[in-house]
């Protein structure tokens, strides 16, 4: 079995501080785990990807996410937000050779100017 | 940019008709997927393919169909549309194994 939890439904930050989504998972197994993007009508866009080699993983646009095994985390982090960064963000876990992602509720991040 | 379309962005329709959304990819991917979206949820698997010939309902029930008669088209039917069916609806493709997903921009279907 698998899961995820966004801790946090809404974030709302200003242009030039630093951003931080939340997400925890629990599997089974030796997740994969990913963190899509979503801007207004559009589909998801894989931001980066998390299997089982460095534990910081570095994505597009300044994002990275740190896995730590120990607090089942899977935190997305970006030094200074940038107006366009305003989207809905997902935490997603999956198995390994496993067709079936398990998708979180996504966060909303809003940018202040 | 995208490789993977989807069409009509946007549907309103009446209760009870036959609806088909389409869905499209130009990247050879055997796996494609339908997932269902609603504001502030998860997205929701509903039928997924591994191949041409192949396809398996997924997680959520849904009363759609899907064919997968080639490797590139993927649509999606609704014999009867209903107003629960009100919905976005994501398809998506990836290569075999653990590949990250290529999302379409979505059908929006709004049932009336």
């Known amino acids: 079995a698998q899961s995820v939890t966004q801790l946090d439904s809404h974030v709302s930050v200003s242009e030039g501080t630093p951003v931080l989504l939340r997400c925890n998972y629990s599997?089974?197994?030796?997740?994969?785990l990913f963190w899509y993007v979503q801007h207004p009508n559009k589909g998801l866009q894989l931001l980066l990807k998390y299997t089982s080699a460095a534990t910081l993983v570095k994505g597009i646009n300044g994002f990275e996410a740190e896995f730590k095994k120990s607090e089942t985390s899977f935190h997305l982090t970006k030094p200074s937000a940038h107006m366009s960064d305003a989207a809905e963000y997902f935490c997603?876990?999956?198995?390994?050779?496993?067709?079936?992602?398990?998708f979180g509720k996504g966060t909303l991040l809003t940018v202040n100017p | 940019e995208a490789d993977i379309y989807q069409t009509p962005r946007y549907l309103v329709i009446g209760t009870g008709k036959k609806i088909t959304l389409e869905c499209s990819q130009t990247m050879g991917h055997d796996k494609m997927y339908w997932y269902q979206q609603d504001p502030g949820m998860e997205l929701h698997l509903i039928h997924y393919?591994?191949?041409?010939?192949?396809?398996e309902k997924g997680d959520l029930s849904s009363e759609s169909t899907v064919s997968r008669i080639r490797t590139e088209h993927f649509p999606l039917t609704l014999e009867s549309a209903r107003p629960s069916h009100t919905s976005q609806y994501l398809c998506a493709s990836s290569e075999v194994g653990d590949s990250p997903l290529h999302f379409g921009n979505g059908t929006r279907l709004t049932v009336t």
């Open positions: 997603v876990v999956s198995r390994s050779s496993n067709y079936k992602l398990t």
């Open positions: 393919s591994y191949g041409v010939n192949s396809t």
């Open positions: 599997s089974s197994y030796s997740p994969s």
